[in-house]
């Protein structure tokens, strides 16, 4: 079985471009992601992973995404070798996708323009003051 689930956010814009005689779109980006855990510095290592979709997500990736967006992908692990103009073998590894979707809106988020009802804290609970609970 090959499925990835990845979340990241894209390093630069998508590149859409459509395969000579069969039309399909195909766009490329990176999507950095932090690893888990945290250096001893307070740091953390990013991954910049690459990622090509095929078809109508291709032409969404291009028409609605940006660098910075928040996305989630399902796709599968690709790896494709070539040889270089001197003759040496490379291998090239992406995700393959053709499932796409934005987690965040194209507006950039402020702390300012957050909704917080009133009586709430900023986690969204509100306190309760009742000595009838029985915890």
Same mark, same amino acid.
């Given at each position: /079985?090959?499925? #990835?689930?990845? #979340?990241?956010?894209? *390093?630069?814009?998508? $590149? ?7 039309? *399909? ?12 855990? *945290?250096?001893?510095? =307070?740091?953390?290592?990013?991954? @910049?992973?690459?990622?090509? #979709?095929? =078809?109508? =997500?291709? $032409? ?5 995404? &940006? ?6 992908? &399902? =796709?599968?692990?690709?790896? %494709? ?9 490379? *291998? @090239?590894?992406? #995700? !393959?996708? /053709?499932?796409? +979707? ?7 988020? !402020?702390? +300012? ?9 900023? &986690? ?6 009742? %000595?009838?609970?029985?915890?």
């Amino acid at each position: /079985m090959n499925n #990835v689930v990845l #979340v990241g956010r894209l *390093t630069k814009d998508p $590149e859409l471009r459509y395969i000579p005689g069969t039309g *399909t779109a195909v766009a490329n980006f990176n999507l950095a992601i932090d690893r888990d855990y *945290t250096k001893k510095d =307070g740091t953390k290592d990013t991954d @910049f992973i690459p990622v090509e #979709v095929i =078809g109508k =997500g291709a $032409e969404f990736c291009a028409n609605y995404l &940006q660098k910075g967006r928040l996305v989630g992908i &399902q =796709g599968s692990i690709r790896v %494709d070798n070539y040889k270089t103009q001197q003759g040496e073998n490379r *291998t @090239f590894t992406k #995700v !393959h996708t /053709m499932k796409v +979707n934005a987690l965040d809106s194209k507006k950039e988020n !402020h702390e +300012n323009d957050r909704f917080e009802p009133a009586g709430l804290d900023p &986690q969204g609970f509100q306190a309760i003051e009742d %000595d009838d609970l029985p915890f």
